[in-house]
Each structure stands twice: as structure tokens, then as C-alpha cells.
Nanobody
Framework: QVQLVESGGGLVQAGGSLRLSCVAS????????MGWFRQAPGKEREFVAG???????YYLDAVKGRFTISRDNAKNTVYLQMNSLKPEDTAVYYC???????????????????WGQGTQVTVSS
């Protein structure tokens, strides 16, 4: 059974940092695209960052220069390092994995086939 388990969320002050982790099991995702999304109350889920199986990365404009996505294929894990956090970053953060090896997955939720349970990130002003 495929499962993505997220951790690392919490409550921080503006300007602080957090590192989110997502560990996958039941399938190897080293050759699949991975991504992070977030959803704030009353808003639609939005793309935050993505990393391809060849380790190319891309980001939501609002987080460029502050967030870094990375992966450790030996651990079947993807990370999101978040620095200089702002109150508007407050949301539930979800990791996602592409449906099949070598199939591109970009900025749309429908392009991903597997999802974590979500982890809450709250940034106080």
C-alpha cells in the first residue's frame, strides 16, 4: 500500500524557519516527480514547489528565494525547507507524488496521484 507521511509543521514567529519532510512507502518514487501544495482556510489548494526525477526545481513566485525543495532518493523522502516565513504562509501543507515513473507532474493537483495527510504550518505576526 502506497503511503506518504508528512512531518515538521508547527507554530513559528514571522521570520522563522521550518523544514517539512515527507517519507514515502509502498513504492519507490525516485523516478517520479514530487511536489508540495498548501491550502489556507477558505482558499483553494495551491502549488508551492516541485522537483522532478532529474532534480529540476520550480516554485510559486511568492516563495522564491525563501523555500527550497529537495529529495533524498535513498530514503524515498522529499523535503521543503522554509525560511523567512510570513503570516501569509499559514496553511496546511501537503506533499504529493506523480502517478507513474517519468510522467511529468507540474503545478496542478490533478497531475499527482498520491498525497500525504497534511501538516499544519502557522506563522504568527
Amino acid at each position: 500500500q502506497v503511503q506518504l507521511v508528512e512531518s515538521g509543521g508547527g507554530l513559528v514567529q514571522a521570520g522563522g524557519s521550518l523544514r517539512l519532510s515527507c517519507v514515502a512507502s509502498g513504492r519507490t518514487f525516485s523516478r517520479a516527480d514530487m511536489g508540495w501544495f498548501r491550502q489556507a482556510p477558505g482558499k483553494e489548494r495551491e502549488f508551492v514547489a516541485g522537483i522532478g526525477w532529474i532534480a529540476n526545481t520550480y516554485y510559486l513566485d511568492a516563495v522564491k528565494g525563501r523555500f527550497t525543495i529537495s529529495r533524498d532518493n535513498a530514503k524515498n523522502t522529499v523535503y521543503l525547507q522554509m525560511n523567512s516565513l510570513k503570516p501569509e504562509d499559514t496553511a496546511v501543507y501537503y506533499c504529493a507524488a506523480g502517478r507513474r515513473d517519468w510522467v511529468p507532474a507540474g503545478t496542478e493537483s490533478r497531475e499527482y496521484g498520491y498525497w500525504g495527510q497534511g501538516t499544519q504550518v502557522t506563522v504568527s505576526s
